[in-house]
């Protein structure tokens, strides 16, 4: 049996239950063949245990049957062939978008009194922000993502203060304010945040 992965990863090869093979690793092509021939028979599956770095783990069983139908001959060993695709690990960027507003005067003095703002901080709706890649991003199998300086998305925050970006690939990236709140000057802050693992979040505060 042979199969194509497309990155190293361990899996094992199970019949009914019981492990055949364990901890098969793919090789550099992604490929591996198992160590011994395996029987004709229905019900074989593989299972992933272990990803190749920057992928998403999948255990979902990839079932196949050791048929001579299914078999095909090269360089005079008959194989079944299997596939199992990957998926790259993805985070995600979030933004608090704060800033003062009026919320009160203080008054000093008995005889002369003075008066004096009071501002406090406050969530602020509506700044737009857009992400871009601060360089190429590059997934292990070497598909080119995002082009550096490209736009990967734009979010603009809600009545909370925070914006949410979508999935994107792991790498770094830059966030810039395009549009103020109402009220407020534009920010020319630039962030840069950096993802490195799957499902990470990362926080960017503005004031």
């Known amino acids: 049996m042979y199969g194509t992965l497309g990155h190293p990863k361990c899996l094992r090869c199970l019949s009914d239950g019981s492990v055949i093979f364990n901890d098969v690793n793919t090789d550099a092509n992604g490929s591996l063949v198992t160590p011994e021939k395996l029987p004709y028979g229905e019900g074989y599956f593989l299972v992933e245990v272990e990803a190749p770095y920057g992928y998403v783990l999948d255990n979902t069983p990839v079932y196949f049957d050791v048929t001579e139908e299914n078999s095909s001959e090269e360089n005079g060993i008959e194989l079944i062939k299997v596939n199992k695709g990957n998926v790259a690990q993805k985070g995600t960027v979030s933004i608090t978008k704060t800033g003062e507003v009026f919320s009160d005067v ?72 395009i549009t103020a709140p109402y009220g407020y000057v534009l920010s020319d802050e630039i962030h840069t945040v950096a993802l490195v693992y799957a499902g990470q979040n990362v926080a960017v505060t503005e004031t």
């Open 106 to 177: 203080s008054v000093t003095g008995e005889e002369t009194k003075m008066y004096q703002p009071v501002y406090g901080e406050t969530a602020l709706k509506g700044a737009v922000f857009e992400i871009r890649a601060a360089e190429d991003i590059i997934t292990p199998d070497g598909t080119l993502r995002y082009a550096a300086g490209e736009i990967v998305d734009t979010v603009t925050t809600g009545a909370d203060g925070i914006a949410k970006s979508k999935e994107i690939y792991l790498g770094k990236y830059e966030v810039y304010e």
